[in-house]
């Protein structure tokens, strides 16, 4: 038969598991919340460069919005070959 000290102890035991499984859950929590920050943050970066690379071809050059057409579409195809190599990398795929 368990005494009262006993059962304190298992709950002291149980609490503390239970804080470490609340502290793995919010990191793995936080990484997953910095990883999607970090696949927006990478796709609207490519995207803004060929946007301001092909308007400023567009500007030297005179055209009419040729170079931002053709540099916007390069931005959001590298844009999303960054996002998959990021995801490769990190699945170890």
């Not at 060929?50 to 055209?63: A, M, Y």
């Amino acid at each position: 038969m368990q005494t009262e000290s006993d059962n304190k102890t298992q709950d002291k035991i149980t609490r503390s598991d239970n804080q470490q499984k609340k502290s793995s859950d919010t990191k793995e929590l936080m990484s997953i919340i910095f990883f999607a920050g970090n696949l927006g943050f990478t796709m609207v970066l490519c995207i803004l460069a060929g946007f301001f690379l092909g308007l400023w071809l567009d500007k030297i050059f005179g055209s009419n919005h040729f170079f931002l057409i053709i540099f916007l579409i390069a931005g959001i195809i590298a844009g999303f070959f960054q996002c998959y190599r990021l995801i490769k990398k990190d699945l170890k795929l």
